[in-house]
């Protein structure tokens, strides 16, 4: 099956007329809640494309509204749609917090957490958006010999959500601040000692 375009659809139906039965279907009443947003009318007038699948003698037909195939068509749209904007969700809450960088390489991790002082504890975080990088969420500390060490923070998709882990924890979190407040709070040691502190970032 494949999403086509409405304006084509209309093009093909002037050459060929099948009968296509057009039915409102009642708005459902959901709770407005936050990671599950409001669906829209399944109708097809209401869409810039409609679901079609092709026939083995080259026509083409538009799958019936409230159909099987179009509930499970809808139900997978809906579902990528939510976990896409949950995730979009978290990300912005992470980017609010103070240990949230993008794209540092250890080196420049190295060097905003020894600009204070050598302090055991004190973290950062890496979102590495660029192909140079291997791993995309990366957890920089200075462990209890001075030295800056990292931790690959895991990622996946579980129950429609991603989540975040890193090997000292069995959990999984639906945001890296969920995970490092996790780990401070169960006071999780990470080479010999707990994370304890950020630093305020240079502007």
């Known amino acids: 099956m494949n999403w086509i375009p409405v304006a084509a659809i209309l093009q ?15 708005v459902d009443e959901e709770d407005e809640t936050f990671l599950v947003p409001r ?11 409609a679901l079609c699948e092709f026939n083995p003698d080259g026509t083409m037909s538009i799958i019936p509204v409230g159909s099987k195939e179009w ?18 969700h978290y990300k912005q809450k992470d980017q609010e917090q103070p ?19 050598i302090q055991p504890g004190k973290y950062m975080v890496s979102c590495n958006t660029w192909k140079q990088f291997k791993d995309q969420f ?19 998709v579980i129950n429609n959500r991603l989540r975040f882990s ?13 995970l490092i407040s996790n780990l401070q709070i169960n006071n999780t040691f990470l080479n010999g000692t707990p994370l304890t502190c950020t630093f305020r970032k240079l502007r």
């Open 12 to 26: 093909y139906l002037r050459f060929k007329k099948p009968k296509i039965r057009h039915e409102r279907l009642a």
């Open 39 to 49: 669906r829209p009318i399944k109708h097809p007038d209401f869409w810039d494309s």
């Open 71 to 88: 509930n499970e068509e809808m139900e997978k749209f809906f579902l990528k749609q939510e976990l896409v904007e949950s995730i979009w």
């Open 99 to 117: 240990f949230y960088y993008e794209n540092k390489t250890t080196v420049e991790a190295e060097t905003l957490l020894y600009r204070d002082g």
């Open 138 to 156: 990366i957890l920089y500390f200075i462990a209890i010999d001075g030295r800056v060490k990292v931790r690959v923070i895991m990622y996946e």
């Open 166 to 178: 890193i090997k000292e924890t069995k959990f999984w979190f639906l945001s890296i601040s969920s």
